[in-house]
């Protein structure tokens, strides 16, 4: 069974939520593909306004698995406020959530970064939300990022700040200003961690081969605009 794909070919928000909101009963899976939690997928459901940022758009649907796909990147801190937003509709998380092993995670370091290669452009800055996800595409295609599947290693923390450590280099190098306390951003980080952990990681590309030879149908749903 082919996969169908929903994408924004402008600027961004032509309503892309919206549109996979209604369209999710008719699929047996809604995963994301790629971009990171600057997208708001705004839709309402029950009456009840939602505004998802990384969380797949057919979460409130009984029957719709949502997979967080190896292309998207996730900051575990926003992941966890869409969590806590999501507790008092008491859905079953821990089977219709499922996040790929090669989904890369934005680390404190990565919107420290962002915002020192944004101010040292001065006029010529790019306009960038600052959420980090530039820098973590960066470490992506480089190679150095740090995983989903990465969490499941004794350790990942030191991966993590072996990281961290490179990433607070190249800060330097920038010589700009930038105030932060790091300790604090991080002990935010690894709770929020914690909480991503509780969910279900799987090796997404076979998941969602296994889903097309059983004929399930599939839609994959875009982020931000072309």
Do not use: C
């Not at 999710?24 to 809604?30: F, G, M, N």
């Not at 969380?55 to 992941?79: K, M, Q, R």
């Not at 008491?90 to 020192?116: E, V, Y």
């Not at 920038?174 to 980080?189: G, H, I, K, P, R």
Request: proline share 2%.
């Amino acid at each position: 069974m082919a996969v169908d794909l929903l994408l924004g070919l402008q600027w961004g928000d032509e309503g892309k939520g919206k549109i996979v909101d209604v369209l999710t009963k008719d699929y047996d899976i809604i995963a994301r593909f790629q971009g990171g939690p600057n997208a708001g997928h705004t839709l309402e459901f029950d009456g009840h306004k939602h505004v998802l940022h990384t969380i797949p758009s057919g979460i409130f649907h009984e029957t719709a698995i949502n997979l967080v796909g190896n292309g998207v990147v996730i900051d575990p801190v926003i992941f966890k406020k869409e969590l806590d937003n999501l507790e008092k509709f008491n859905l079953d998380l821990q089977s219709k959530l499922l996040i790929s092993r090669k989904a890369h995670i934005i680390l404190p370091t990565h919107r420290l970064l962002d915002a020192a290669s944004e101010a040292s452009k001065g006029k010529a800055k790019i306009g960038s939300t600052l959420k980090g996800i530039g820098p973590t595409y960066m470490d992506k295609t480089g190679r150095n990022g740090l995983r989903i599947g990465d969490l499941e290693l004794d350790g990942w923390k030191d991966k993590y700040r072996k990281l961290a450590d490179k990433h607070e280099a190249m800060i330097n190098f920038y010589n700009v200003d930038v105030q932060y306390d790091l300790a604090e951003l991080e002990t935010e980080f690894f709770k929020a961690v914690e909480v991503l952990k509780s969910l279900q990681f799987i090796d997404s590309e076979e998941y969602l081969f296994q889903a097309q030879k059983e004929g399930k149908s599939i839609l994959a749903e875009g982020a931000q605009g072309s």
